[in-house]
């Protein structure tokens, strides 16, 4: 007697999965890195499934909402260098989609005196890579901008370039050039089973297996899970992170044009955003969350991380707490290192993973390109040594953790 199609047997024993057409790639996981992963390889001819477990756009992982902070101000040349390439890669994402996708603000790093953050690593950074940027003191920074309120010895490095990406629009607009380059992408479609059979992959959802050449891991939170299956793992720690919006009372003092996106460069460290896309602004604490899993996070915010940042806008940014408009939560997965991973999994060539590490949507549609780069000609032009699956910070065995960098 046979049971539904796709439902395990007694015991767990698995039943067989009718097969599904083979492919040359199979992203699993929607979010903006698997979209932008999906959307390289279709135009690059590929054939592609991207399944994604979720409905489209969801809000249970990481890249959902309006806005992320793009930046070129970064704590190595390295990471200079690829955000120079992820600012090409996102204008060529607009030239294709014929829409204005990054808003330029400028961006504000501020550094109190001691910082956690040193400063030095980020100006010499720019200064390797010939990026200009302005350093100001507290007085200078209150006279360009006067809602800061900054005491004696706060420095900011101002960087012309930074501004706002969007966040779901982006991820949607890479699924929509996907599809129209001839990506299969379907929602609600958990992929329960992953394996190398050496010459190919296979992928198993409740209702069908598929073949690929190349198995893109795309599943931030979800990653551990799927490499287990694999044999494989890396130190991840997912914390459940939240924004908060706020309606200031004058809300052009703070419209794109006249507000910078600006980072606190402390423990705690705190970053936000000008009046955008609407009449409210967002501000949110980094690495402020507890730790969690995929599975036993919640969607309520902390009250107390509510107020830490209301807090801190009080005594920084007064004029911009104005009327609590919400708090949402999301999502960060994290490497001690804080670097992104990249790069096949040792012992599984086919087997491709990116993950952003909590920073990785202003690189999202470059990270789709070296997926794609890496799953069709077996390498790329860009520099992914340091986000190396066997970097000693993936693979010691009790790697220090250091998240604000
Ligand atoms: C609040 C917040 C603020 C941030 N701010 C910035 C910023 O200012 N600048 C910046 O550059 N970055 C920022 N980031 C980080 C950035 O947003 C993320 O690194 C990026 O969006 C991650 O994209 P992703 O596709 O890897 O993950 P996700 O969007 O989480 O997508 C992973 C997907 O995989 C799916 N999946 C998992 N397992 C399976 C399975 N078995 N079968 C099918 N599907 C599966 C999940 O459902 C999910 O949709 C921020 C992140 C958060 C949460």
Do not use: N
Not at 90 to 117: K, M, N, Q, Y
Not at 137 to 162: H, I, K, N, S, T
Not at 200 to 213: K, M, Q
């Amino acid at each position: 007697m046979s049971g539904p199609a796709g439902r395990d047997g007694p015991a767990g024993v698995p039943r067989p999965r009718p097969a599904g057409p083979s492919y040359d790639a199979v992203v699993v996981g929607l979010g903006a890195l698997g979209s932008a992963a999906a959307w390289v390889l279709a135009r690059s001819g590929a054939r592609v499934l991207g399944l994604e477990q979720f409905e489209l756009g969801h809000d249970r992982g990481a890249s959902h909402d309006h806005a992320r902070i793009i930046r070129r101000s970064y704590h190595t040349p390295g990471y200079v260098r690829l955000a120079g390439l992820a600012y090409r890669a996102w204008a060529e994402l607009e030239w294709e989609a014929e829409e204005r996708l990054v808003v330029t603000t400028g961006g504000l790093d501020l550094f109190p005196p001691g910082s956690a953050i040193p400063s030095g690593p980020y100006r010499a950074s720019l200064e390797a890579c010939g990026v200009p940027y302005q350093w100001l003191d507290a007085d200078e920074v209150m006279r360009r901008w006067p809602a800061f309120r900054l005491d004696d010895g706060v420095r900011g490095l101002w960087q012309a370039d930074a501004g706002i990406v969007p966040a779901a629009r982006g991820t949607r607009l890479m699924q929509r050039l996907a599809t129209g380059y001839g990506a299969t992408l379907r929602d609600r479609t958990p992929v329960t089973a992953v394996r190398d059979l050496g010459g190919s992959v296979e992928v198993a959802t409740a209702d069908a297996t598929y073949r690929a050449g190349r198995l893109l891991l795309c599943a931030d939170a979800w990653t551990g899970d799927l490499l287990a299956q694999l044999g494989a793992d890396l130190p991840l720690v997912v914390t459940q992170e939240q924004f908060s919006y706020y309606r200031p009372a004058d809300p052009d003092a703070f419209a794109v044009g006249r507000f910078p996106v600006w980072i606190w460069m402390d423990d705690p460290s705190f970053y936000g955003f000008p009046v955008w896309p609407d009449a409210a602004l967002k501000a949110a604490q980094d690495v402020g969350g507890h730790q969690v899993t995929a599975t036993t996070r919640g969607f309520d915010p902390d009250p107390a991380a509510t107020d830490r940042l209301a807090g801190f806008l009080r005594d920084r940014l007064p004029a911009a707490a104005g009327a609590h408009a919400h708090t949402a939560t999301c999502l960060y997965t994290l490497t001690p290192d804080r670097d992104l991973v990249l790069g096949p999994v040792g012992g599984h060539d086919r087997v491709l993973v990116a993950l952003g590490a909590a920073h990785g949507f202003k690189f999202a549609p470059l990270v789709g390109r070296v997926l794609a780069d890496l799953a069709l000609h077996d390498g790329t032009d860009v520099d992914i040594g340091p986000f190396a699956l066997d970097r000693p910070a993936l693979t010691s065995p009790r790697p220090e953790a250091r998240y604000l960098v």
